[in-house]
């Protein structure tokens, strides 16, 4: 995306109320002009400038330092596993998780709120208890769940990467038990599949009001992206959580197929006013 339809997607969100921006990608902090999108979104009067990113060039003081300048107010990290070692085989960079255990030094340094995108892939999710606890302890405050998406992958065969859900939350039960304290959300999961007891880990991709902004003046609402979800059962119709569900992701029916999920009935205790 050119710096001149970044300002105009930046314009006209501020115009229809935007307050809050999420720069993502792709890696943000590549873009040389990344400073002056920052600048720019806070001079049109935006208070929130999230940055999500692996946090490799944020190990560098100078890098850390002009991006608190330029107004980033928070920053969260893509981690990818519980050590040097899985982290690392994941993104294919030797040396990524050390130069992002430095970022994330740099960001506390500053003071700014840092949270993790965990991006959970079949290989890896057993680490995601030790994931939340150890980066909790170097001062993340706010936990996302993100279940590997084989969507949007090109000519490429990842099946083997998106996890089960079910395995997921049983991790995420475990982390949730272990550590009562953490804030944690899971992505991408149906509600059925999120145990009573552990509503805190719902999401519901409406309630960011968040638009997403892409190249070629590409624009949607969160809500409306396959990785999202988009897919309902015919089962789900009668779901006491339908109106505050996602739906399936088609690719994570096409791997695993729709064996977990079931709808829930009136008198679930799942079955709260907080979904229906």
């Known amino acids: 995306m050119s710096a001149e339809e970044i300002v105009l997607h930046l314009t006209r969100a501020r115009r229809e109320g935007a307050t809050s921006l999420w720069l993502g990608g792709g890696e943000p902090t ?11 979104a806070r001079e049109l009067g935006y208070t929130r400038v999230k940055l999500q990113t692996n946090g490799m060039l944020l190990a560098y003081p100078e890098v850390a330092e002009r991006y608190v300048r330029a107004g980033v107010t928070e920053v969260a990290f893509a981690i990818k596993g519980a050590s040097a070692e899985s982290h690392d085989r994941m993104t294919r960079t030797p040396g990524c998780y050390d130069l992002m255990l430095r970022g994330m030094a740099e960001v506390a340094r500053h003071a700014l709120p840092m949270e993790g995108d ?7 999710v057993d680490e995601l208890p030790q994931m939340v606890e150890k980066h909790a302890r170097l001062g993340l405050g706010h936990f996302n769940v993100w279940l590997f ?26 982390t949730l038990d272990e550590h009562p304290s953490v804030s944690l959300t899971s992505l991408h999961t149906p509600l059925c599949v999120i145990p009573a007891g552990y509503e805190r880990a719902r999401f519901h ?38 109106p505050r569900c996602g739906g399936l ?3 994570y029916i096409d791997v695993h197929g729709a064996d977990e999920f079931r709808p829930l009935r009136a008198g679930d205790p799942r079955s709260s006013s907080e979904v229906t």
């Open 118 to 124: 965990l991006l959970i892939y079949a290989s890896t």
């Open 30 to 40: 590549l873009r040389k002009d990344s400073f002056a999108v920052v600048r720019k």
């Open 205 to 242: 991709a409406h309630d960011l009001d968040l638009v997403v902004a892409n190249p070629g003046g590409i624009r949607f609402w969160l809500e409306e992206s396959s990785i999202e979800g988009g897919r309902y059962l015919a089962s789900c119709e009668a779901c006491t959580a339908r």
């Open 149 to 174: 998406s084989a969507a949007d992958q090109g000519d490429r065969d990842l099946a083997s990467h998106v996890p089960r859900m079910r395995e997921v939350m049983a991790r995420i039960t475990e």
């Open 249 to 251: 992701r088609q690719d």
